[in-house]
C-alpha cells in the first residue's frame, strides 16, 4: 500500500476531468452492471502512468465520442476494487497501468501496461479515440 499522500496528485489528476473513484469491489460490480460505455483506468505510480497513460486519457476525452461513464481504481491502494475490475478484464492479465472500455458491461477494448510503455501519450490517445468512435456512439 501506497500512504493517501503520495497517491493523491495521482488520483487528482482523473478525478479532476470526471472520474469516479470505485473504492470497493461492489462499487467495480455496480458500475459495471448499468448500460452504456464505461473507460475504466487501473492508476498507478508508475512512470509510464504519469508520462503516458492519465495524459492520454485525458487528450482522449476531447472526442466528440467519450464513455459515458468514467472509473478509475489504483491499483496497490484499492486492493479489492483493483481486483474485481481486473477481474472483469479477463482474458488480459492484470497490467497497471492499463485502460479498459467497456460496453453494457462487457469488455470491448483493452490496453495493457505493455501497449503503454514506449508510446507516447498521444498515440494511446488515438488508440482511445478510435475506440471510442467505435462503441461510443
Do not use: W
Not at 508520462?51 to 476525452?61: G, K
Amino acid at each position: 500500500m501506497y500512504p493517501a499522500e503520495i497517491v493523491r496528485p495521482m488520483k487528482e489528476e482523473l478525478t479532476t476531468i470526471g472520474f469516479q473513484e470505485l473504492l470497493s469491489s461492489e462499487a467495480v460490480e455496480s458500475a459495471l452492471s448499468q448500460a452504456g460505455t464505461a473507460l475504466v483506468v487501473v492508476n498507478s505510480v508508475c512512470g509510464c502512468a504519469a508520462a503516458n497513460a492519465r495524459p492520454a486519457v485525458r487528450i482522449s476525452l476531447n472526442n466528440e465520442n467519450t464513455p459515458d461513464n468514467l472509473y478509475t481504481v489504483f491499483a496497490g491502494v484499492d486492493r479489492d476494487a483493483t481486483d474485481a475490475a481486473r477481474a472483469k478484464m479477463t482474458p488480459f492479465p492484470p497490467s497497471s497501468p492499463s485502460l479498459a472500455l467497456f460496453k453494457d458491461g462487457e469488455l470491448v477494448h483493452m490496453i495493457e501496461r505493455h501497449h503503454i510503455e514506449g508510446r507516447s501519450a498521444g498515440m494511446i490517445a488515438d488508440n482511445l479515440v478510435e475506440a471510442f468512435n467505435e462503441f461510443c456512439r
